[in-house]
C-alpha cells in the first residue's frame, strides 16, 4: 500500500515554465527525501527536510515540508530540458525502522 | 555522497535458473541495506530491509523463499532471484544507509533483470 501519493502523475512543460510537485500523505513522517532518478539509473537524493514547515533551495529548485509532516511540495523555476526524469519523494524513517517508503512518482518532461 | 555500487546492472538467465545480485557500500559501512523493485515507469516498491549478521525483512507480499537476501558485512549484501520466472523481470534497485545516521540513503545504479 502506497502511503504517499504524488501529484501530478505525468507532466510535460515547455523550457522555461514553472512547475511544482506535490507529495501527500495521511502519515505524519520524522523526515521527507526527494530524489530524481533518470531512466536505467537508481535514484539521486536531492534534498532531505526534517522540521516542519522547513524550506530549501537548491539552485532553482525550492523544497517545502508542511507544517504537520504529512506533505510536501518541490517547485521549480525556469525549468530546463535536463530537469527531466522521474521526481519520487520518501518519507520516514517508520518507527522502529529505517525503512523509508516511497511517493507515487512524477515524471517530469520539459521540452526545448 | 556516499557510493553504493550494484552489480551486474544487466542480466539476461533463462527460466528457471537463479540470479544473484549484489550490494556494496564502497565507503562506508552500512548497517542497514535496502532492496527495492521498479516496475517500468512506475515507483520504487520496498522488497526488503537487510541487517548485517541477521536475517533480512520482508515487505508483505515478498516470497523469501523466493528472493534470498544475504547480509554477510557491513559493505556488502546480496539478493538472489532463485528459480526464475519472466514475471520476475524488473528493475532491482539497493540502497544502504550509513551506520550512525539513520536520514540518508545511498542508491546504487540497478540491476535490469531479464527472464526468457
Known amino acids: 500500500t502506497q502511503l504517499l501519493e504524488q501529484s501530478p502523475q505525468f507532466l510535460s512543460i515547455q523550457e522555461g515554465e514553472n512547475l511544482t510537485v506535490y507529495c501527500n500523505s495521511s502519515?505524519?513522517?520524522?523526515?521527507l527525501q526527494w530524489y530524481r532518478q533518470e531512466p536505467g539509473e537508481g535514484p539521486v537524493l536531492l534534498v532531505t527536510v526534517v522540521t516542519g514547515g522547513e524550506v530549501k533551495k537548491l539552485k532553482r529548485l525550492t523544497f517545502q515540508f508542511g507544517d504537520a509532516r504529512k506533505d510536501s511540495s518541490l517547485h521549480i523555476t525556469a525549468a530546463q530540458p535536463g530537469d527531466t526524469g522521474l521526481y519520487l519523494c520518501?518519507?520516514?524513517?517508520?518507527?522502529?525502522?529505517?525503512?523509508?517508503?516511497f511517493g507515487t512518482g512524477t515524471r517530469l518532461k520539459v521540452l526545448a | 555522497g556516499a557510493v553504493v555500487s550494484q552489480h551486474p546492472s544487466r542480466v539476461i538467465c533463462k527460466s528457471g535458473t537463479s540470479v544473484k545480485i549484489e550490494c556494496r557500500s564502497l565507503d562506508f559501512q552500512a548497517t542497514t541495506m535496502f532492496w527495492y523493485r521498479q516496475f517500468p515507469k512506475q515507483s520504487l516498491m520496498l522488497m526488503a530491509t537487510s541487517n548485517e549478521g541477521s536475517k533480512a525483512t520482508y515487505e508483505q507480499g515478498v516470497e523469501k523463499d523466493k528472493f534470498l537476501i544475504n547480509h554477510a558485512s557491513l559493505t556488502l549484501s546480496t539478493l538472489t532471484v532463485t528459480s526464475a520466472h519472466p514475471e520476475d523481470s524488473s528493475f532491482y534497485i539497493c540502497?544502504?544507509?550509513?551506520?550512525?545516521?539513520?536520514?540518508?540513503?545511498?542508491f546504487g545504479q540497478g540491476t535490469r533483470l531479464t527472464v526468457v
Open positions: 540502497s544502504a544507509r550509513y551506520k550512525t545516521a539513520f536520514t540518508e540513503a545511498f
Open positions: 502519515s505524519v513522517f520524522s523526515s
Open positions: 520518501a518519507g520516514g524513517p517508520r518507527s522502529g525502522t529505517y525503512k523509508y517508503i
